[in-house]
């Protein structure tokens, strides 16, 4: 039972324009999102971060969106960059326990082609 | 900056060897995570520890155990190594703090159970 699901294994764009990753989840129970970006051989890297009390955050080029209602979220990266061209994994979170674990979704494969 | 270590980035064995994977955290985190990553399933967490001596079972323990002896140091360990354990594992670690959920990633290392 996959709780949070990034449904695009890949996702190809050019250099300078927008990119958009997507997410779902089915726990309600969650209550913070991260974005995480790996390169081939190296471990994840922490990009960007919402609480479920907000509906977006924005660091520089990356941006998260939440929407509650819809169990979803998007990063927007813009303008995209060939150095951005990793895996992309989304995570969720609840706060009902006291370490909060995060469950991963698969993964999205994003290509910048210069 | 967070520095997670793990102890080989790549490292080949028999089957049926025992199997030790370390991993040291320099920023007192009290959380440390076990992870491993394969194609098309994303990160699955193996085990986890919110305190020295503390563990529990993550998403698919079986076939490993872990201790932590120390707050700093979390080992993943294979009783008997099988080649349906041939993964990239990866090791995290994190505040036990509801703001701060950020998990943070060791570089990886790659196991390949010949």
């Known amino acids: 039972d996959q709780q949070v699901k990034q449904n695009s294994p890949s996702l190809s764009v050019q250099e300078g324009r927008i990119s958009i990753l997507n997410c779902d989840y089915t726990?309600?129970?969650?209550?913070?999102f991260l974005w995480y970006k790996k390169y081939p051989a190296e471990g994840p890297t922490f990009l960007i971060s919402i609480s479920s009390i907000k509906d977006k955050n924005e660091d520089g080029r990356f941006t998260v969106f939440l929407n509650k209602s819809a169990k979803h979220l998007s990063l927007h990266i813009v303008p995209s960059q060939p150095g951005d061209s990793a895996v992309y994994f989304c995570a969720a979170s609840w706060s009902g326990g006291s370490n909060y674990k995060l469950t991963f979704g698969k993964g999205t494969l994003l290509t910048v082609n210069p | 900056d967070v520095k997670v270590t793990q102890s080989s980035r790549y490292l080949v064995k028999r089957t049926g060897e025992k199997v030790f994977l370390e991993c040291v955290q320099d920023?007192?985190?009290?959380?440390m995570f076990w992870y491993r990553q394969d194609p098309g399933l994303g990160l699955r967490l193996i085990y986890f520890s919110y305190d020295v001596k503390m563990k529990e079972k993550g998403d698919i323990p079986e076939g490993y155990s872990v201790s932590r002896e120390k707050k700093e140091r979390f080992s993943l360990i294979l009783e008997s190594a099988s080649t349906n354990q041939t993964s990239m594992y990866l090791c995290?670690?994190?505040?036990?703090?509801?703001?701060?959920?950020?998990?943070?990633f060791g570089p990886g290392t790659r196991l390949t159970v010949t």
């Open positions: 726990n309600s129970m969650f209550d913070y």
């Open positions: 920023m007192d985190h009290e959380n």
């Open positions: 995290a670690s994190s505040f036990s703090d509801r703001a701060l959920r950020e998990q943070y």
